[in-house]
């Protein structure tokens, strides 16, 4: 009787064994059967294996995979088990995010909406006409009016980051959850837990009316919600895989992509800070007031007001926060790390840029404006040469909404449903459109030279309709903090300082394993000309 039922389990198995192999190679002739040049991708984690078992970070896995399939224009790539077509050709770039923009206007959709509502109604998850409507309520937010008008309360915060960090060179101890080292005569400091703090303040007053001081208060709830927001590794990295692995598993088990707690703080924040407004009559040129008109149904369009299609509910408000903060928070901190990363790095760079910083200030008398921060160019040039070695999306989704054909050759069918993938960190680092790409010359934005970048080869913040709605906030968060803390302090290697960068390979996130350590040295009245 032994033999027999060890022939019973062991057939079971090797069924199992089988049934798990069919599901999770049933889509690997997806590509084959359109006749599409594609890597070889093992079950169930498809192409993203380097990635998943750490081998690679996600920014390098891009590039690899770009590497391999750019001599065909485009090709297929599995995230998993999700079939996505790679677009290298930037001519294919533009006729997908551009050109035939209407056939692409959705974003892969991962989380369903039953499971996490108020995250599935941000601008990023939103599909058609609600991703339009979302799109037309919140870009008043962003008009050149608007940003002159939010500057001071950004300047106040630029003010604030210096004075936090000139007393710490002093006396002042700040609590241990900032990580700050003193010294000798520099201040060692850790940039991202800083840049963070600042980005964050800046959100909180920009955007939200509230005052918060995240340096001398570290533990603040906002502070501690944003942070949990903005972090894309760890659990969340694994709630997104188990959505591209099972979706009807996870579904079964309704794991949301965000917390009940963050969504509850954002959504009573926002809820909270509107009750107060309508009955005090307080009105201010921020993104509360903009959902505040949306709620009613009426939304200000230059002199007059128009009305819009749907009124917001309260999941639509939270969501709507929660985008605000993440077009601030992540992609304005993560370029002031890279950034101050690469000036500490090239200190030749560092002298011109505090040389222009210094000039500009002289020339407003000390009051730095919001027309002589966008008039610096070698700001420009320095943010913009970082945004292309460190991009803050390195890979851009978009799913095609109805039948096309890539304009190709040979041309190719993309079906509804069907995933893009746009590989930027492969194209910002490929030598054929930025000679020695691993080097960092901000040079290749001047005047001179930017007419040289091919169009649709350089995308920080995506491109077309579906661009990042937050990238100019984003710049004039970077450009505020650069000239507050460049004209007192110069960017120092320390020991602790990662060279060369090393981009994690835990999770998505832009950044690096062990912090941004920097040494800051006070500049004195003779360097910056006062």
Same mark, same amino acid.
């Given at each position: 009787?032994?033999?027999?039922?060890?022939?019973?389990?062991?057939?079971? &198995?090797?069924?199992?064994?089988?049934?798990?192999?069919?599901?999770?190679?049933?889509?690997?002739?997806?590509?084959?059967?359109?006749?599409?040049?594609?890597?070889?991708?093992?079950? &169930?984690?498809?192409?993203?294996?380097? &990635?998943?078992?750490?081998?690679?970070s996600y920014p390098d896995h891009i590039k690899w995979m770009y590497d391999r399939l750019k001599a065909y224009s485009y090709g297929g790539v599995f995230q998993l088990m999700t079939p996505y077509v790679m677009?290298?050709?930037?001519?294919?770039?533009?006729?997908?995010?551009?050109?035939?923009?209407?056939?692409?206007?959705?974003?892969?959709?991962?989380?369903?909406?039953?499971?996490?509502?108020?995250?599935?109604?941000?601008?990023?998850?939103?599909?058609?006409?609600?991703?339009?409507?979302?799109?037309?309520?919140?870009?008043?937010?962003?008009?050149?009016?608007?940003?002159?008008?939010?500057?001071?309360?950004?300047?106040?915060?630029?003010?604030?980051?210096?004075?936090?960090?000139?007393?710490?060179?002093?006396?002042?101890?700040?609590?241990?959850?900032?990580?700050?080292?003193?010294?000798?005569?520099?201040?060692?400091?850790?940039?991202?837990?800083?840049?963070?703090?600042?980005?964050?303040?800046?959100?909180?007053?920009?955007?939200?009316?509230?005052?918060?001081?995240?340096?001398?208060?570290?533990?603040?709830?906002?502070?501690?919600?944003?942070?949990?927001?903005?972090?894309?590794?760890?659990?969340?990295?694994?709630?997104? &895989?188990?959505?591209?692995?099972c979706s009807p598993l996870m579904r079964l088990l309704n794991v949301t992509f965000m917390s009940k707690k963050v969504i509850h703080f954002f959504k009573s924040i926002v809820l909270k800070t509107i009750d107060v407004r309508e009955r005090e009559g307080i009105t201010r040129p921020d993104l509360i007031h903009l959902l505040m008109q949306a709620k009613k149904g009426v939304l200000e369009d230059q002199n007059s007001p128009t009305k819009t299609k749907t009124k917001l509910d309260d999941d639509d408000l939270a969501a709507h926060a929660f985008q605000f903060f993440l077009a601030g928070f992540h992609s304005s901190a993560t370029l002031l790390c890279f950034s101050t990363h690469q000036l500490a790095v090239h200190p030749d760079i560092q002298v011109r840029l505090q040389e222009e910083i210094d000039d500009t200030l002289r020339q407003c008398g000390s009051n730095i404006t919001y027309e002589a921060v966008q008039s610096m160019k070698y700001l420009d040039m320095v943010l913009s040469e970082t945004l292309r070695k460190y991009p803050p999306g390195p890979g851009l989704e978009r799913c095609c909404v109805k039948e096309y054909t890539l304009p190709?050759?040979?041309?190719?069918?993309?079906?509804?449903?069907?995933?893009?993938?746009?590989?930027?960190?492969?194209?910002?680092?490929?030598?054929?459109?930025?000679?020695d790409p691993e080097r960092f010359d901000p040079d290749r934005f001047?005047?001179?030279?930017?007419?040289?970048?091919?169009?649709?080869?350089?995308?920080?913040?995506?491109?077309?309709?579906?661009?990042?709605?937050?990238?100019?906030?984003?710049?004039?968060?970077?450009?505020?903090?650069?000239?507050?803390?460049?004209?007192?302090?110069?960017?120092?290697?320390?020991?602790?300082?990662?060279?060369?960068?090393?981009i994690t390979k835990k999770g998505y996130n832009m950044?690096?394993?062990?912090?941004?350590?920097?040494?800051?040295?006070?500049?004195?009245k003779k360097q910056t000309g006062d």
């Open positions: 009787m032994i033999i027999p039922n060890f022939m019973y389990w062991a057939t079971v &198995f090797l069924g199992l064994l089988l049934v798990l192999y069919l599901y999770g190679t049933k889509n690997y002739d997806y590509f084959l059967k359109r006749n599409m040049p594609s890597l070889q991708q093992s079950p &169930f984690i498809g192409n993203f294996g380097p &990635f998943l078992f750490r081998k690679r677009i290298c050709n930037p001519e294919l770039i533009k006729a997908v995010t551009v050109k035939d923009f209407d056939h692409f206007t959705d974003r892969n959709q991962v989380v369903p909406k039953d499971i996490d509502p108020v995250f599935a109604k941000t601008l990023t998850m939103l599909k058609g006409e609600q991703w339009k409507e979302a799109r037309s309520t919140l870009t008043p937010v962003f008009t050149s009016s608007k940003m002159k008008m939010m500057f001071e309360l950004v300047s106040e915060c630029g003010v604030q980051l210096v004075e936090f960090l000139e007393k710490c060179c002093g006396n002042y101890t700040p609590e241990k959850v900032i990580k700050i080292e003193k010294g000798g005569k520099l201040l060692v400091m850790e940039m991202r837990d800083i840049f963070t703090r600042f980005a964050n303040d800046i959100i909180a007053t920009a955007a939200f009316g509230i005052s918060v001081d995240s340096l001398t208060n570290p533990k603040n709830d906002f502070y501690v919600m944003g942070s949990d927001i903005s972090d894309l590794g760890g659990k969340r990295a694994l709630i997104w &895989f188990g959505y591209l692995l190709s050759d040979p041309p190719v069918q993309i079906h509804p449903g069907d995933a893009v993938l746009l590989p930027v960190f492969g194209l910002h680092r490929d030598p054929e459109y930025f000679p001047s005047d001179e030279n930017k007419h040289n970048i091919k169009p649709y080869t350089y995308l920080p913040f995506g491109s077309g309709p579906r661009a990042c709605i937050g990238n100019r906030f984003a710049l004039m968060e970077a450009k505020v903090a650069m000239v507050h803390l460049l004209s007192r302090f110069t960017l120092k290697v320390v020991s602790k300082t990662p060279i060369p960068l090393e950044t690096v394993d062990g912090g941004f350590w920097l040494g800051l040295e006070q500049r004195s």
